[in-house]
């Protein structure tokens, strides 16, 4: 009987296991194998026995880690991140907190209209965003004399791809914090002649400091993975390259140039980049999120 109860907890787990070792072991330990092969071509290629795939260690990651045309792509994905980011984590916060608030009116169709973009595909509201940006369709075109896809304004168009998309899911992630904190908190402030704007300063934010740290790591990592937009804006304007983020430099080189070994190397190039910044975003906040010494 002791054996049995000993073994359940197992059982239960087995299923996670086996998706886990199906789904991202083996899928991540395959990556690490193709990014140290490489296909060799011997005389014009033509032939039985020409192209053979060989094993050249780190020279992939090597190749990768120094690839000019991938930095290049994580500056722009710098600068379009440090957009998305501020922007479209103010604007939740901001939304959380006045929905939050003790006057708010109509707050269940507000909460639906600032969440729904959310359930919108990420194609589909590109392509949506994408028409309105076209000058031969868009109606923006005759109020404003902006060019939504020249060389300058894209990176903009594209962050507000997201922070459309994006804003509602963080808000909704907030607000659920703000409805736990219990009210007395609130009524209490209030006693000691607290205004709202105080209260939220003061009282809320601090409080929903995990919780802003926890959406920050997610849309961190949204970003860095930032495939979506650019790839769906891309046949509208020229000013977006093949390789304009690291994602679309790996999809080019895998299905475009057929080069499989370079796009597992940049894989995990990426993947390591990604880990970087998440782990060193948390070892630096963790005192204030988490209650641990930096």
Known sequence: MNRRVKAAPYLFLTPAIVLFTLFLAL????????????????????????????????????????????WAGWLRVLGYGALVLVVMLGLALLFALLLDSAHVRLARFSRIAIFLPYAVPGVAATLLWGFLYLPSLSPLRALLDVDFLGATTVTYSMANVAVWGGVGFNMLVLYTNLRAIPREL???????????????????????VPAIILTTVFSVIATVQVFTEPTTLRPLTNTISSTWSPLMKVY?????????????AT?????????????GFLRVVRGRAFGEES
């Open 186 to 208: 609130y009524e209490a402030a209030r006693i000691d002649g607290a205004t709202e704007t105080q209260i939220a300063l003061r009282v809320k934010i601090p409080i929903l």
């Open 252 to 264: 080019r080189d895998a299905f475009v140039t057929g080069d499989l070994y370079s796009a597992a």
């Open 27 to 70: 899928p991540i330990c395959y990556t690490f194998y193709l990014s140290m092969r490489r296909v060799k071509v011997s005389g014009l290629g033509l032939g039985k026995g020409s192209r053979q795939e060989i094993f050249v260690g780190l020279d992939n990651l090597s190749a990768a880690v120094t690839d000019g045309e991938l």
């Open 267 to 279: 894989s995990i190039v990426i993947a390591a980049v990604s880990l970087v910044l998440s782990f």
